[in-house]
């Protein structure tokens, strides 16, 4: 019995949708005060952190799974996060496979390149992208 080709697509289109499924963090250890963003952050290389002040404002930025976020303080020792870029849509699946951000005098730069599954080479979409404040990036 051959399966149909609707079927085909729709097995497809599930296991394409469940493999692109963003990776949680890891829970923090029983008993710990501080929470998973937390242990993230402090566990983040330099290489994917900013610490600095943009726009006439201090930011904390930091790069996870090819995505960027703001890190703010949530009292008692620990961090949250917000997302503030997200790379291009792409229609497969996805891993990140390489992700910095890099300051000068008048900005940041974060590279957040994702290649596709199964695929070789850097990257799907645009890679890089700027800001000046944090919070509005421009693919560069």
Wanted: proline letters at 9%; charged letters at 15%.
């Amino acid at each position: 019995m051959t399966p149909s080709p609707y079927r085909l697509l729709l097995t497809l289109c599930a296991a394409g949708t469940l493999a692109a499924c963003d990776p949680t963090l890891p829970s923090p250890p029983a008993g710990s005060a501080l929470s998973a963003e937390t242990i993230a952050t402090r566990d983040t290389p330099p290489g994917q952190q900013f610490k600095g002040v943009l726009a006439g404002q201090a930011i904390h930025l930091l790069v996870h799974e090819c995505k960027v976020y703001r890190v703010d303080d949530a009292g008692a020792g620990n961090v949250a996060w917000t997302k503030v870029l997200e790379g291009d849509f792409y229609p497969l699946p996805t891993a990140c496979v390489r992700q910095s951000l890099t300051a000068d005098k008048s900005g940041v730069t974060a590279f957040i390149g994702r290649q596709a599954m199964g695929a070789g080479g850097c990257c799907t979409g645009q890679p890089e992208f700027r800001s000046t404040d944090g919070v509005t990036w421009k693919p560069r």
